[in-house]
């Protein structure tokens, strides 16, 4: 258990609509990141937030957005939603955001989302 | 921009064998951290391994080591006594550090190699 913790696990939703992906970090970490995990695109860094304030872009498309609360938790939005928005979202967190000695993100379980 | 490249999409060893899975990768800068993450079929991503690119000493751990060439920008995991349990996706990933500061602890991964350990 890496102590991170996503829900809902499983998501199944149709073209068009939004849905909300949520995830907690570890006690202490400060750094949430999103990853998009597909078939066709393999893992795909996508946001990242530093206690409270965005650090880092990605791949990520307009129709989402994210996220991260004073209680450091963290919420992917996802709108519009097409058939190729199907796959594994993961969160990670890690204590900081980039420094000598660390590095290591943390990951929780990912969010499979399906969009029929 | 820095590129990971995992070469074999499949590999296959035999209970208490040895395998290597390759990785190489492209970048410009200079202080980096390149790891190996594991995803079993339960799907969570797990660190196996990290390597500093100062360090010229290979990391290991317990079964699991690797081979780094920074010259040649290779990066590859050898699994000693292969186990059941070692079946899994596993990715090759690298960080940049860069050493002015701006570090983010973005991962680039590979595509990922599919192992399956035999019994």
């Known amino acids: 258990d890496s102590g991170v913790t996503q829900t809902p696990k499983h998501l199944i939703t149709a073209t068009g609509q939004r849905v909300t992906l949520r995830c907690s970090p570890r006690?202490?970490?400060?750094?949430v990141y999103w990853y998009q995990q597909s078939l066709d695109q393999g893992l795909q860094f996508l946001i990242q937030y530093y206690n409270g304030e965005e650090r880092a872009k990605g791949n990520i498309l307009e129709r989402f957005s994210a996220q991260q609360f004073p209680d450091l938790h963290s919420e992917l939005n996802l709108s519009s939603l097409e058939l190729g928005d199907s796959a594994l979202y993961f969160c990670?967190?890690?204590?900081?955001?980039?420094?000598?000695?660390?590095?290591?993100?943390?990951f929780g379980e990912g969010s499979r989302l399906t969009v029929l | 921009a820095q590129t990971v490249t995992q070469s074999q999409p499949e590999m296959s060893v035999q209970e208490a064998e040895t395998v290597t899975l390759s990785c190489t990768y492209d970048t410009s800068e200079n202080n980096y951290y390149l790891f190996w993450y594991k995803q079993p079929p339960s799907r969570q991503m797990i660190l196996v391994i990290r390597q500093e690119a100062y360090k010229q000493q290979n990391a290991t751990e317990n079964r699991f080591s690797v081979n780094f060439q920074k010259a040649a920008k290779s990066f590859s995991l050898k699994i000693s006594d292969s186990q059941l349990g070692d079946t899994a996706m596993y990715f090759c990933a690298f960080m940049n550090f860069p050493l002015d500061g701006g570090a983010t602890n973005k991962l680039i991964f590979g595509t990922g190699t599919l192992l399956a350990v035999q019994p």
């Open positions: 006690s202490g970490d400060l750094s």
């Open positions: 990670a967190s890690s204590v900081d955001e980039g420094a000598p000695g660390t590095g290591e993100l943390f």
